[in-house]
């Protein structure tokens, strides 16, 4: 992991010394720090995407659609910026860490994009999530306070299947989905799910930590498996035997089957 406070991540990402806190809102951690590992292992394919919308569910401290922003600020000045959290102190948090670093974002206090549906749809570029997916019982989810920014229910996968149909909505026929994932999430059968919608995929980062095995997923529409979606009879809810083979293997043999590879994205 890189170290947040190192020369070079100091000029295109947030600091946590100015990142604002509260003690019910998630601080940057390790998924935190990941998800803008991918995001700067990706910024020349972000600068040439030329996003004009720019979207973070679940933005907590606002570490990263702070520094998101950095990132893009002076090759794509025009770039609008809009986050949302379930948390209201996350929001105020985000608003701190943001004028710290004299970058604007619209904030929005909503449950992932509740009321925005009609507003954004397919006009998102670039949009980053941290979604609660850590295992719990289903009742832990969308509590007040802190809990909301961990709690997943069952495989800590609620939250995340809310997010994908909502994404799928609100991205242009150009934007890109960045996803943080853990293993027991089954990132394989999320990537299915979403591949079933059009999409490809690939793992930008891959991370392993004393507690977690992280994966960091870039979804894009890709018109070859929209076309393959479209000829699949609908009744027939069986995935290509090489697809399926993949998602009985591990993880980390994923890029095998999604279209991930493809050097322009």
């Known amino acids: 992991m890189n170290n947040p406070g190192s020369n070079n991540m100091s000029l295109r990402t947030a600091q946590i010394r100015l990142v604002s806190s509260h003690p019910e809102v998630y601080e940057p951690c390790d ?19 030329r996003p004009m ?23 794509v000045p025009w770039a609008h910026y809009i986050a949302t959290d379930i948390n209201p102190r996350a929001v105020e948090v985000t608003r701190k860490t943001l004028e710290a670093h004299g970058v604007c974002a619209e904030l ?15 006009l998102v570029d670039v949009m ?16 007040e306070g802190i809990a909301s920014a ?28 960045y996803l943080v994932t ?13 591949r079933e919608k059009g999409y490809a995929a690939r793992i930008v980062v891959q991370r392993s930590t004393e507690e ?8 894009w529409r890709d018109f070859d498996i929209q076309m393959e979606a479209k000829e699949t009879v609908p009744v027939n809810k ?28």
């Open 238 to 265: 069986t995935a290509p035997v090489g697809v399926m083979d993949t998602l009985l293997s591990q993880v980390h043999r994923l890029s095998l089957w999604i279209s991930g590879n493809n050097s322009s994205n």
């Open 53 to 75: 919308l720019c979207m973070e569910v679940g933005c907590g401290s606002g570490y990263v659609i702070t520094s998101l922003a950095l990132m893009l600020e002076q090759e």
């Open 212 to 219: 977690e095995n992280l994966h960091i997923i870039k979804f």
């Open 128 to 143: 980053v999530v941290n979604p609660p997916y850590v295992p719990t019982p289903e009742d832990e989810v969308g509590r």
């Open 150 to 177: 961990w709690a997943g229910g069952e495989n800590g996968r609620s939250v995340i299947d809310k997010i994908l149909p909502i994404a799928d909505k609100l991205l242009s026929k150009t934007g890109w989905l």
């Open 182 to 194: 853990l293993t027991t999430n089954d990132p394989s059968q999320i990537c299915l799910q979403m």
């Open 31 to 49: 998924d935190s720090f990941a998800l803008v590992d991918a995001l700067l292992a990706d910024r020349i394919n972000l600068l040439e995407h």
């Open 108 to 122: 929005i206090n909503t449950d992932i994009a509740s009321g925005l549906e009609k507003r954004l749809a397919g």
